[in-house]
């Protein structure tokens, strides 16, 4: 798999070659395969509440899948590769019209995974602004949350009841998360959670206006892939929370493949709300080699020296919406 949830390596047979060969500039990285990898963990998630599924489940949704379409909505990908050269965009059709249908199905069913009933039990999955009537114990529950996840990670889950009601909440502690705060109506109730299987597990009798308020940090990651991933060797991907991020050539000029994040580069986060409907971007400083003296020759025995240039990534769902260049989601570093 890849880092985005991408499933396929190989776009020849739409399916795998060799362990560990995971190629990014011809990724087929299917829409549709991220999606059938949602379905999947979506039911595992049925038979065993495990973190683990929900984990990917949200990789591939927020990173696999939501790539797939544009943000206009009128054109989409077939293959989702994590380089591009400049000659990769969103189709408007295609001969196999797989992917527009899918992507639909399963933007309109989203609140299908966000919540699992058990029991006496409510397992909260995904961390999605919205509102819920479920029945449990023969109660009807009421439940919404704020938030402005997957930007930020404060939650707040307000619940109603009729009548005061006993069940376990399980919140999901996702993978990413190094630390989390709750607290319930105003008080803290758990600092870095006992976690059961990724979930951290609430029994009490629940009241009508009772507030949940999460708190999972986000700080920015560089990924590393195994050694056995020859592609990406001395390179990390950028992520923070459940985004994966990348590079595109309009923000950081032509050569991406010769930028160089130094391993101590202090990377900064800000939400820019005029840039793609509004994103959260990371900035700071790469190094590049200087193309003076370069012109005319292939190769030269003294290199150049090397500039320092500002950088900037967004997050890998966004790109190729804007006028087309060269795209990188695993950058080099030293």
Same mark, same amino acid.
């Given at each position: 798999?890849?880092?985005?949830?991408?499933?396929?390596?190989?776009?020849?047979?739409?399916?795998y070659?060799?362990?560990?060969?995971?190629p990014?500039?011809?990724?087929?990285?299917?829409?549709c395969?991220?999606?059938?990898?949602?379905?999947?963990?979506?039911?595992?998630?049925?038979i065993?509440?495990?973190?683990?599924y929900?984990?990917?489940?949200?990789r591939?949704?927020?990173?696999?899948?939501?790539?797939?379409?544009?943000?206009r909505?009128?054109?989409?990908?077939?293959?989702?590769?994590?380089?591009?050269?400049?000659?990769?965009?969103?189709w408007?059709?295609?001969?196999?019209?797989?992917?527009?249908?899918?992507?639909?199905r @399963? @933007?309109a069913?989203?609140?299908q995974?966000?919540y699992?009933?058990?029991e006496?039990?409510?397992?909260?999955?995904?961390?999605?602004?919205?509102?819920?009537?479920?029945?449990?114990?023969?109660?009807?529950?009421?439940?919404?949350?704020?938030?402005?996840?997957?930007?930020?990670?404060?939650?707040?889950? *307000?619940?109603?009841?009729?009548?005061?009601?006993?069940?376990?909440?399980?919140?999901?502690?996702?993978?990413?998360?190094?630390?989390?705060?709750?607290?319930i109506n105003?008080?803290?109730?758990?600092?870095?959670?006992v976690?059961?299987?990724?979930?951290?597990?609430?029994?009490?009798?629940?009241q009508?206006?009772?507030?949940?308020?999460?708190?999972?940090?986000?700080?920015?990651?560089?990924? *590393?892939?195994?050694? !056995?991933?020859r592609?990406?060797?001395?390179?990390v991907?950028?992520?923070?929370?459940?985004?994966?991020y990348c590079?595109?050539?309009?923000?950081?000029a032509?050569?991406?493949?010769d930028?160089?994040?130094?391993?101590?580069?202090?990377?900064?986060?800000?939400?820019?709300? !005029?840039?793609?409907?509004?994103?959260?971007?990371?900035?700071?400083?790469?190094?590049?080699?200087?193309?003076?003296?370069?012109?005319?020759?292939?190769?030269?025995?003294?290199?150049?020296?090397?500039?320092?240039?500002?950088?900037?990534?967004i997050?890998?769902?966004?790109?190729?919406?804007?006028p087309?260049?060269?795209?990188?989601?695993?950058?080099?570093?030293?």
């Amino acid at each position: 798999m890849y880092v985005t949830g991408g499933l396929g390596s190989s776009r020849a047979n739409e399916g795998y070659t060799s362990d560990y060969d995971l190629p990014n500039e011809t990724a087929c990285a299917e829409t549709c395969a991220a999606i059938g990898l949602i379905l999947f963990t979506h039911r595992l998630l049925q038979i065993e509440p495990d973190g683990v599924y929900a984990d990917v489940l949200e990789r591939a949704l927020y990173n696999g899948a939501l790539s797939g379409v544009s943000l206009r909505g009128d054109r989409f990908f077939y293959e989702n590769p994590l380089e591009n050269r400049g000659n990769h965009h969103r189709w408007e059709w295609h001969e196999c019209s797989c992917c527009p249908p899918n992507i639909a199905r @399963l @933007l309109a069913s989203l609140g299908q995974y966000v919540y699992s009933r058990g029991e006496n039990e409510l397992y909260v999955h995904l961390y999605v602004g919205s509102s819920a009537v479920l029945g449990i114990g023969g109660k009807e529950m009421r439940l919404s949350q704020q938030t402005d996840y997957p930007w930020e990670g404060k939650i707040r889950l *307000q619940i109603d009841f009729d009548n005061p009601t006993e069940l376990t909440l399980a919140l999901r502690i996702p993978g990413w998360c190094r630390a989390a705060e709750m607290k319930i109506n105003g008080e803290t109730a758990l600092i870095f959670p006992v976690l059961q299987k990724g979930y951290a597990k609430l029994r009490r009798a629940w009241q009508a206006g009772d507030l949940i308020e999460l708190d999972l940090p986000m700080q920015v990651e560089r990924m *590393q892939a195994h050694p !056995n991933v020859r592609a990406n060797c001395g390179r990390v991907a950028l992520q923070r929370g459940p985004l994966v991020y990348c590079l595109e050539e309009i923000d950081n000029a032509q050569n991406l493949n010769d930028l160089v994040l130094p391993r101590e580069e202090n990377l900064e986060v800000h939400f820019e709300k !005029n840039l793609l409907g509004g994103i959260a971007v990371i900035t700071g400083t790469a190094k590049r080699r200087a193309l003076d003296k370069w012109e005319g020759a292939l190769y030269r025995a003294d290199g150049s020296k090397s500039e320092t240039v500002p950088f900037k990534a967004i997050p890998y769902l966004a790109w190729d919406n804007r006028p087309p260049g060269e795209m990188l989601v695993w950058i080099r570093e030293e």
